[in-house]
């Protein structure tokens, strides 16, 4: 089961990959890591918007699992917000 992490600054205006597809399920945690202010990330696919996308509070961590296939983007209300993810392939 290879991990991987990685940590993306988001922008309010074009959502960022932050969880490129592949051929097997993914297991997926995401954190939001804005400690000190309320900056909201929204994630979802690629037309996330922060009316459109699941809201995750500041210093929130999500669960998900990605199907084959399925890659995942967020945005943020807040320039400059940062979001980590740690993934794990299911092989």
Do not use: R
Request: no cysteine.
């Amino acid at each position: 089961m290879p991990i991987t992490q990685a940590h993306y600054t988001l922008g309010t205006a074009i959502p960022t990959k932050i969880v490129p597809a592949q051929s097997i399920p993914q297991k997926v945690f995401v954190h939001n890591a804005e400690h000190a202010q309320s900056d909201e990330v929204f994630i979802g696919n690629a037309a996330v918007s922060t009316t459109n996308g699941l809201h995750i509070h500041s210093d929130e961590t999500l669960q998900i699992e990605l199907d084959p296939g399925s890659d995942l983007w967020a945005i943020s209300d807040t320039d400059g917000s940062i979001v980590h993810t740690l993934v794990m392939k299911q092989d």
